[in-house]
């Protein structure tokens, strides 16, 4: 390089002092910039035969692309490093990440294979990241996720990371409306059915006292990161395309193909997803219009009846997202299937035994209160639940009085004990089985709660009225674990301890546990779960 001009025209000082431009935007995070820096060295070094400065600036703009969520263009620049250079370190180590947050975690252990055996300093990081990664292919085959260390360390440090999985479950045409998902198999209680990451989250700390304002900055963010997110990758857009916008006839909605959730090693062909949106016409029904009907329909809370969300010690308190696939899962009053945050993923399991062909259902609201209340609450979602529970409570002729009296009753707050005793002394005497005996006991779970919570109820009315673990086991039956039934649970045991087999007590909480927060954890941190659920003073949100 005579006088210090290299051969594509960039002279050492003009290098050097886009280095150190590039040096202070990337302290800066400013990405954008970064990457037009990056885009000059590489222009300008393309011509030369400068392959180190080459390779380093398409693996620096690499990372860059891909913290913008261009995962597809970062590919392609470290695939360009690699021709170049095949052993390229940093190209390596940013491919091997870009593949891990992409679920390809074979192809990302083969990269970082490769950078370990490149020597230097950083082997023994690769290796580890190669371990990473099988871990993950494992977990992302068998669905199997153990929290219970970071469960027991008070969900210090980075919240575990997770595989997506799509589990014994398939997208079908529900009796519910439009599509719905299914059991393929039988699953136990507490099993897991899917994990799937969050397109976007939108999340903030918002007072009780805060405003629709406020919660509409969260919104906006969040809505503003989904629009990012499917202009960025061609398959989140693909995904994003096949939800429901609440406009289509129920019968036209298309059933997706379950491929289309898998992220299977070795199908990593971008260019065929990304037709969607070269393709003028998929684009143009892409439009953010099409996002915000899709968001309205699908996106789902994590603070919601059916959630639970752990590791945000209390910090968080409005959290929204899309998930795809648990996106697909329609409503029901007697719900299988409740779902725990960990970081952005969603972890749905099974809240009670599901058989194969059953659909599987959450509730989208609050569903331990009367028909009434539920009937309320379905239209403002804008449908007419129909499942078994509403129907039986709806149509049922021998207790619909019973039913009318008590709901009047729970709105006029009287002796709640004496509410229990004369809906429980009805259905004795009517011969009402236990499925719907626990269908009425749920409706009305809020005035069995009160009778529990107060001593003086408790000794007033003595043995007219069941113990609190009885009627929480028979609520679990029907309508699924839930943390509301799981401290009723956890409270009523305590109690039943002293007179009962300790370890059967024990087995009864610890499966309700399964139904309420899945198998993530092992029977020791269950129990520090419990600890936190029972735990109303220290404010702590699982
Ligand atoms: C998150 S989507 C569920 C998937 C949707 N069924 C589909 O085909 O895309 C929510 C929408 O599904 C329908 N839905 C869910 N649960 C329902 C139920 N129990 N009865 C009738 N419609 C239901 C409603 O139209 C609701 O707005």
Not at 10 to 29: F, I, M, P, V, W
Request: hydrophobic share 40%; glycine share 8%.
């Amino acid at each position: 390089m005579a006088g210090g001009l290299r051969d594509g025209g960039l002279d050492d000082e003009t290098l050097q002092q886009l280095r150190s431009r590039a040096t202070q935007l990337l302290l800066k995070e400013n990405w954008s910039e970064y990457i037009a820096v990056c885009s000059q060295i590489i222009d300008a070094v393309a011509a030369s035969d400068d392959r180190r400065v080459l390779c380093s600036a398409l693996a620096h703009r690499a990372d860059a692309r891909a913290r913008l969520g261009d995962a597809a263009g970062a590919l392609a620049d470290c695939d360009a490093a690699l021709a170049a250079d095949p052993a390229h370190h940093g190209a390596l180590l940013s491919k091997g990440t870009i593949l891990r947050g992409l679920g390809r975690y074979a192809l990302a252990a083969d990269c970082f294979r490769a950078a370990a055996g490149c020597g230097g300093g950083g082997a023994d990081g690769a290796r580890e990241l190669v371990e990473q990664c099988r871990h993950l292919e494992s977990q992302a085959r068998s669905g199997a996720v153990d929290l219970s260390d970071w469960v027991l360390s008070g969900f210090a440090g980075k919240c575990p990371d997770l595989a997506e999985y799509v589990g014994p479950v398939e997208v079908r045409r529900s009796a519910h409306g439009g599509r719905g998902v299914f059991a393929i198999k039988n699953v136990e209680a507490g099993s897991t059915l899917m994990i799937a990451k969050a397109v976007a989250i939108g999340r903030g700390v918002l007072q009780d006292t805060a405003d629709g304002g406020e919660k509409m900055v969260v919104w906006k963010d969040f809505v503003d990161k989904v629009l990012d997110a499917a202009e960025k990758c061609p398959r989140t857009a693909a995904l994003v395309h096949t939800l429901s916008t609440g406009e289509e006839q129920q019968d036209q909605l298309v059933v997706p193909e379950m491929a289309l959730f898998r992220q299977e090693a070795g199908d990593l062909d971008l260019s065929d997803a990304t037709n969607v949106v070269t393709d003028k016409g998929a684009q143009a029904v892409l439009d953010v219009d099409r996002i915000l009907k899709v968001l309205d329909v699908n996106c789902l809370t994590e603070d919601a009846p059916a959630a639970d969300v752990l590791g945000n010690n209390g910090v968080v308190n409005c959290g929204v997202g899309l998930w795809i696939l648990p996106s697909f899962i329609n409503h029901s009053c007697q719900p299988n299937a409740r779902r725990t945050h960990v970081g952005d993923h969603a972890i749905v399991h099974a809240s009670r035994d599901i058989k194969a062909g059953e659909e599987i259902t959450f509730s989208y609201f609050d569903v331990l209160v009367p028909v009434s209340k539920r009937r309320e609450a379905s239209s403002a979602w804008g449908f007419e639940c129909k499942c078994d529970r509403c129907r039986l409570e709806s149509d049922d002729f021998v207790l619909k009085q019973e039913i009318l009296k008590s709901e009047k009753d729970l709105v006029s707050e009287g002796d709640m004990g004496a509410l229990v005793v004369r809906l429980e002394e009805k259905m004795r005497k009517s011969m009402v089985k236990e499925r719907r005996k626990a269908f009425l006991r749920a409706s009305f779970w809020s005035a069995y709660s009160t009778l529990y919570d107060s001593d003086k109820l408790v000794r007033k009315w003595g043995r007219r009225v069941p113990s609190e673990a009885l009627v929480a086991e028979s609520i679990v039956d029907a309508v699924g674990g839930n943390e509301s039934i799981l401290k009723a649970m956890l409270r009523g045991a305590r109690d039943a301890n002293a007179c009962s087999n300790r370890l059967e007590v024990e087995d009864k909480v610890v499966r309700i546990g399964r139904a309420t927060y899945g198998k993530v954890v092992k029977r020791h941190a269950m129990r520090a779960l419990f600890r936190l659920a029972l735990d109303d003073n220290n404010n702590i949100n699982l």
